[in-house]
């Protein structure tokens, strides 16, 4: 994960600067694949555990969903003891937290429990995007910092990928030393989140001072560089009133379409190993195996999709093609036989995963540079409350009609009014004229980063890049 540094920065700052891509940028990465992997891993627990403790699928689908109010709620309170303890001890924090809770997950015997490891998952996990991305702010410059947090988010689309084929091969433990195979996938994935944190806390610096690893020409160049773009976005940095964007009905669509990609996203992210399932005479690891074909394609189609939108300059058309495409592969699933509906739930996939990247820069454009801190810390707080929604629902859904079916059929609706709705906004497109300004310029935040993200970071994020989408 190397960097071509540009010529603008002395060569003592190229060379800090590729340095920092060899040797904490890929840190970063796995960081996030495991993340990830601890957040959605219980979709491919969940017959094994319903059936053990005794869960319905309402109540799985409420532990699924439980985790994002936890995240939304203690997001912003991360940041501020992450500004006092600095990134390198809250990093490590976060990782050893969650993994401990992730681990504990292993012994869930109630719905109570249950709830609440889920819940305290999201408070030991809050905080640890925006922690990431104050920690590029203090060690790279302005054009290098969007390429990083692009390599960064990749890692929730390899977790993606990884998840399904690990956690397959560990349910199928069940029954050594006694304990249920959905035990030994919570117990050794959770486990591995410790460790990581532990070698975090080994090869992460606090600053760039205490960095062994860089010259002191190196470390000297590469601050003055640093505190020189700081110092000017503290001259130019303000806030603007959320109730303020709450009244530009733009920002109303922009916050609803967001908020049904994440419906449709974490719907398909819990439930797809059931529905994949449910083709039958399948082991656990074949299960895992066929559940990350689906993300390999989209993994595919968020490259060819931010290229083609690059390409095109013309974000919503896009956008409404990914999300048409994601409802009817959805739509698709409900009537055709298993093996087909795993196709067809590839192409959901396809739609729904690359829309999020897509999405991101129609805002972007719309928004004036100023108002853009403020208004993508908005729509992300709201949008992922769609995590919580999707798996509460569907399990709700599962419940009453016995079926996945009925969900799928909503999933259709809500991709299909979502890519209805794309053709009532401005922005996305290269001759759009930005609407909503604010007095004093401000940068923009992150996409993926919560209110609290934007007031400590304020940095320029992966949107718009191909491969790159919200956490």
């Given amino acids: 994960m190397s960097a071509a540094v540009p010529e603008v920065h002395p060569p003592a700052v190229q060379s800090a600067v590729r340095k920092i891509f060899r040797r904490v940028v890929p840190l970063f990465f796995v960081m996030f694949v495991a993340n990830y992997m601890d957040r959605v891993n219980l979709g491919f627990a969940q017959d094994q555990l319903r059936a053990d403790v005794g869960?319905?699928?309402?109540?799985?689908?409420?532990?699924a969903g439980i985790f994002f109010i936890a995240?939304?709620?203690?997001?912003?309170?991360?940041?501020?003891?992450?500004?006092r303890f600095g990134a390198k001890v809250w990093l490590t924090r976060i990782m050893i937290s969650w993994g401990v809770v992730a681990t504990a997950m292993a012994f869930v015997d109630s719905a109570a429990l249950f709830y609440a490891l889920r819940f305290l998952l999201g408070v030991a996990e809050a905080g640890f995007f925006p922690a990431v991305i104050y920690y590029f702010s203090r060690w790279l410059p302005d054009s290098h910092r969007g390429r990083a947090t692009g390599i960064f988010l990749m890692g929730s689309g390899t977790a993606t990928v990884v998840v399904g084929p690990l956690s397959g091969a560990l349910l199928e433990m069940h029954g050594v030393w006694g304990h249920a195979g959905w035990q030994w996938m919570f117990f050794i994935e959770g486990v591995f989140s410790v460790v990581l944190g532990l070698v975090v806390y080994r090869f992460l610096d606090s600053g760039i001072d205490t960095a062994d690893w860089l010259t002191e020409q190196e470390k000297t160049e590469l601050v003055a560089v640093i505190d020189a773009e700081q110092d000017g976005r503290d001259s130019a940095r303000a806030q603007m009133s959320r109730w303020?964007?709450?009244?530009d009905p733009q920002m109303l669509v922009f916050l609803w379409i967001y908020f049904a990609i994440n419906v449709a996203l974490y719907a398909v992210t819990f439930w797809l190993p059931s529905i994949v399932a449910d083709i039958g005479d399948l082991s656990e690891f074949q299960v895992g195996l066929l559940t990350a074909v689906p993300w390999l394609c989209a993994i595919a189609a968020v490259y060819v999709s931010g290229r083609i939108s690059d390409r095109l300059g013309r974000r919503r058309p896009v956008l409404v093609?990914?999300?048409?495409?994601?409802?009817?592969?959805?739509?698709l699933a409900v009537f055709v036989s298993p093996w087909l509906?795993?196709?067809?739930?590839?192409?959901?996939?396809?739609?729904?995963?690359?829309?999020?990247?897509?999405?991101?820069?129609?805002?972007?454009?719309?928004?004036?540079?100023?108002?853009?801190?403020?208004?993508?810390?908005?729509?992300?707080?709201?949008?992922?409350?769609?995590?919580f929604v999707a798996p509460t629902a569907f399990g709700l859904i599962e419940d009453a009609t016995g079926s996945t079916k009925a969900g799928l059929v909503g999933l259709t609706l809500v991709g299909f009014l979502a890519a209805l709705s794309v053709l009532c906004v401005r922005g996305g497109g290269r001759n759009d004229r930005r609407r909503v300004k604010a007095r004093p310029a401000v940068t923009p935040a992150a996409p993926g980063t919560s209110p609290g993200a934007a007031r400590v970071a304020g940095e320029p994020g992966a949107a718009g890049r191909p491969g790159a989408a919200p956490a």
């Fill in 71 to 83: 995240y939304a709620i203690f997001e912003i309170p991360s940041n501020m003891l992450m500004e």
């Fill in 321 to 331: 093609a990914l999300l048409l495409l994601g409802g009817a592969g959805t739509l």
């Fill in 341 to 387: 509906g795993l196709g067809a739930l590839c192409l959901a996939a396809m739609g729904f995963k690359p829309a999020s990247p897509v999405f991101w820069t129609i805002p972007q454009s719309y928004l004036d540079a100023r108002a853009a801190a403020p208004g993508i810390a908005l729509i992300n707080s709201i949008g992922n409350l769609g995590g």
């Fill in 55 to 63: 869960l319905s699928a309402a109540a799985f689908g409420l532990g």
């Fill in 244 to 247: 303020k964007l709450l009244a």
